[in-house]
């Protein structure tokens, strides 16, 4: 079955960096689109970043320029490269994929939190 999970939270302080991870299994990675998004408390998920299978990306305005989505598709792994956060970039971080229509079609996982603060 599919399977995502995400790994590389933590405690960063304000203008610190992080790298998330996400691990996919149980379909063909490569010709999914994949992405990242995150939920913070009292507010609804929302996305944060979108690859392709291409490699084509995508960002929401509150991140752009700050966080670099990439991929692997040798280790079946997405990977999120945050720098320069922000507290309100406190949240839980969540990956999964999208099928052609753009609709997430995978399970929600248990995510990766990552809290900045100092």
């Known amino acids: 079955q599919v399977q995502l999970v995400e790994s590389g939270g933590g405690l960063v302080q304000p203008g610190g960096s992080l790298r998330l991870s996400c691990v996919a299994s149980?379909?063909?990675?490569?010709?999914?689109?994949m992405v990242w998004y995150r939920q913070a408390p009292g507010n609804q998920r929302e996305l944060v970043a979108r690859?392709?299978?291409?490699?084509?990306?995508n960002y929401a305005d509150s991140v752009t320029g700050r966080f670099t989505i990439s991929r692997s598709n040798a280790e079946n792994t997405v990977y999120l490269q945050m720098k320069s956060l922000k507290r309100e970039d406190t949240a839980v971080y969540y990956c999964?994929?999208?099928?052609?229509?753009?609709?997430?079609?995978?399970?929600w996982g248990q995510g990766t939190q990552v809290t900045v603060s100092s």
């Open positions: 149980g379909y063909l990675f490569d010709i999914y689109t």
């Open positions: 690859i392709d299978s291409s490699g084509s990306t």
């Open positions: 999964n994929r999208e099928n052609w229509r753009g609709q997430i079609n995978g399970p």
